[in-house]
T-cell receptor
Framework: AQTVTQSQPEMSVQEAETVTLSCTYD???????LFWYKQPPSRQMILVIR??????QNATENRFSVNFQKAAKSFSLKISDSQLGDAAMYFC???????????FGEGTQLTVNP | NAGVTQTPKFQVLKTGQSMTLQCAQD?????MSWYRQDPGMGLRLIHY???????DQGEVPNGYNVSRSTTEDFPLRLLSAAPSQTSVYFC??????????????FGPGTRLTVT
């Protein structure tokens, strides 16, 4: 069974600074995906970034990048040049390609201070 | 395309009442699923469907029923609501089970309170 753990219930960052959100996971499979989702106060789930386990290169999407450490089963999200609109709950999630469901972590509430 | 729609947005039930949360998608997606989100926890899968007529249980199925008579609709039924079912419910869909890793669309959520 998959597990995903986010050990930081809350984080804060100053506008324009960089913040890193942590995530660890466990899976018995070799083929899987990892995700970061953003949930603003509107409750809408927004996919931020996706990493395929077989790809060694870390995924990047504009100001968002990940540090994927497969051996350590670690998948952190770095947000550069933080903006007020980045304030949200962030969820880490995993998907075994043989499976049928996303497994989510507990979430990290990110506050961006002006 | 409207994407994934959910109705109602908010609902208050009394213990023991029944109701159906509606979910529809207009993208011809085969895979649809229901999650619940509780404070301090991530989303947990309740039930899912890989196509019309096919459903299966997720992580927390007790107290909920689903059916999939059409590709577009995937309603979630609470047969006898309990306070423990107070939560925010999300419906999600993707082209297929294998496409979950590529693109999964979430609905806006339904906030349910059971008193």
């Amino acid at each position: 069974a998959q597990t995903v753990t986010q050990s930081q219930p809350e984080m804060s960052v100053q506008e324009a600074e960089t913040v890193t959100l942590s995530c660890t996971y466990d899976t018995s499979e070799s083929d899987y995906y990892l995700f970061w989702y953003k949930q603003p106060p509107s409750r809408q789930m927004i996919l931020v970034i996706r990493q395929e386990a077989y790809k060694q290169q870390n995924a990047t999407e504009n100001r968002f990048s990940v540090n994927f450490q497969k051996a350590a089963k670690s998948f952190s999200l770095k947000i550069s040049d933080s903006q007020l609109g980045d304030a949200a709950m962030y969820f880490c999630a995993s998907l075994e390609t043989s499976g049928s469901r996303l497994t989510f972590g507990e979430g990290t509430q990110l506050t961006v201070n002006p | 395309n409207a994407g994934v729609t959910q109705t109602p947005k908010f609902q208050v039930l009394k213990t023991g009442q029944s109701m159906t949360l509606q979910c529809a998608q207009d993208m011809n997606h085969e895979y649809m699923s229901w999650y619940r989100q509780d404070p301090g926890m991530g989303l947990r899968l309740i039930h899912y469907s890989v196509g019309a007529g096919i459903t299966d249980q997720g992580e927390v199925p007790n107290g909920y029923n689903v059916s999939r008579s059409t590709t577009e609709d995937f309603p979630l039924r609470l047969l006898s609501a309990a306070p423990s079912q107070t939560s925010v419910y999300f419906c999600a869909s993707s082209y297929s089970r294998r496409e979950i890793g590529h693109e999964q669309y979430f609905g806006p959520g339904t906030r349910l309170t059971v008193t």
